[in-house]
């Protein structure tokens, strides 16, 4: 498939135009200037279109897309009165057709890969991770949510019959992801253990979860920690032998570098050290944590202690499921905190935010090869129609702040157009 258009190959720089030349999955030729006339007329593209990587969410929850916009309730209880009910109905039947909506929205917006969460429902979670390896073109770090205390009980009973059965081996790996271990056939999928977060896990649950981590170290970690004063406040009386947070995880075996944390909000210097130490990543889900108000931010403090950070929707808390807003909300977390408190902090460019929801996310997701534009590279790509006068210093800006589907003219998803409604 020969695409034309400008290529975004380095998002600081003019896009000058270029083909590329995709076959079996990757990106076999790239070359400055029109596409030699042997070629025959491009298959996609053309001299206005710019051509630039697909996009990377790293925390959403597949559960929740119809969740989107219950507001007024802070985490604690937006959970109890929203989001339990909602993922309890994944078990009743509702799981293929929601993930149908979840993944066309998502692919939609330009997003070809997602690390997310299922239901604790078994069944209802290797159904859809078998739909989406099988019947769809995305990219995913995905698994079975964990939890066994702390919420109804159709959502913690898997996990508690499971801990009435040990020592029968792996029964994390034995949820629906086990079949993305590492050696499946294709590297689009990784398997995750998604315990919820500490307030939904016994000190037992997480434990095997990171004696799982051990055993397969290709697996991802995901969960969530820090998010909201109410939930620092449980935790502080459900784990008081805990000298904070983040130590809950890391006594249990839970943090390395193919763990994901989301929200990471209100950590002290300890704790990012710690992140830090194990080399985990932090994921700024900048809609969500305005959304219920659980805080802002401080991209300067991760950064300062060197921990890595990825961007995240999470969908339901998160409104907006498109990439590009949730770059921009990342800017504004950074704006409005300077705004309110008079700190000298760096507000990060829309090129550095664009390069999150790219390359940096894909590299957190274990995809090297993803979010670039490159010879060898996948061929997960945008072909975008857009405002000839947006061809200036301004063109990564003005995507960011201006962001709408309709941009896309064509998705190539695993190395062939894909559009989301035929799904
Ligand atoms: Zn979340």
């Known amino acids: 498939m020969l695409i034309f258009g400008r290529l975004l190959i380095d998002p600081g720089e003019a896009p000058e135009r270029g083909w590329l030349r995709v076959e079996n999955g990757r990106i076999v030729e790239m070359e400055a200037g029109d596409p030699p006339a042997s070629a025959g007329p491009p298959d996609l593209g053309g001299r206005d279109r710019l051509v630039c990587p697909a996009f990377f969410d790293a925390h959403t929850h597949l559960p929740q897309i119809d969740s989107v916009g219950c507001d007024g309730l802070p985490l604690l209880e937006w959970l109890d009165r929203v989001i339990f009910p909602a993922e309890a109905w994944w078990g009743d039947g509702a799981a293929r057709s929601m993930a149908r909506k979840a993944v066309r929205r998502m692919a939609m917006q330009g997003t070809c890969g997602f690390a997310g969460y299922l239901t604790s429902d078994a069944a209802s979670a290797r159904s859809v991770l078998d739909w989406i390896e099988t019947a769809t073109p995305m990219r995913m770090v995905a698994g079975r949510v964990q939890m066994d205390c702390g919420a109804p009980d159709a959502l913690i009973r898997e996990d508690r019959e499971r801990a009435a059965m040990r020592p029968i081996p792996s029964p994390i790996v034995s949820s629906g992801a086990s079949q993305l271990q590492e050696g499946a056939p294709s590297p689009r999928a990784w398997m995750s253990a998604n315990p919820r977060f500490a307030l939904a896990c016994t000190r037992e649950l997480m434990a095997e979860v990171g004696w799982a981590r051990e055993k397969h170290p290709g697996m991802f970690v995901q969960t969530h920690l820090s998010e909201s004063p ?180 064509h998705r190539v998803f695993g190395g062939r157009v894909f559009e989301p409604a035929s799904l």
């Open 230 to 409: 109410d939930e620092l406040k449980a935790i502080a009386a459900m784990f008081p032998e805990s000298e904070h947070y983040t130590a809950i995880y890391d006594r249990a075996g839970l943090l390395g570098p193919r763990t994901l944390l989301a929200h990471c909000i209100h950590l002290s210097d300890a704790e990012w050290a710690l992140l830090r130490e194990r080399d985990s990543v932090a994921v700024h889900c900048p809609g969500a944590n305005v959304f219920l108000e659980a805080g802002l931010f401080q991209l300067d403090r991760a950064e300062a202690h060197g921990v890595r950070v990825a961007l995240g929707t999470d969908v339901a808390a998160g409104p907006d499921i498109a990439m590009p807003r949730v770059a921009r909300g990342m800017i504004e977390t950074v704006k409005v905190r300077r705004m309110l408190t008079g700190e000298t902090l760096r507000v990060p460019s829309p090129v550095e935010a664009w390069e999150m929801i790219t390359r940096r996310n894909a590299d957190v997701l274990g995809w090297h090869d993803c979010g670039r534009l490159g010879v060898g590279m996948a061929g997960e790509l945008l072909v975008l129609r857009l405002p000839e006068t947006w061809m200036d210093d301004h063109l990564i800006g003005r995507l960011i702040y201006n962001w709408s589907h309709d941009l896309i003219e």
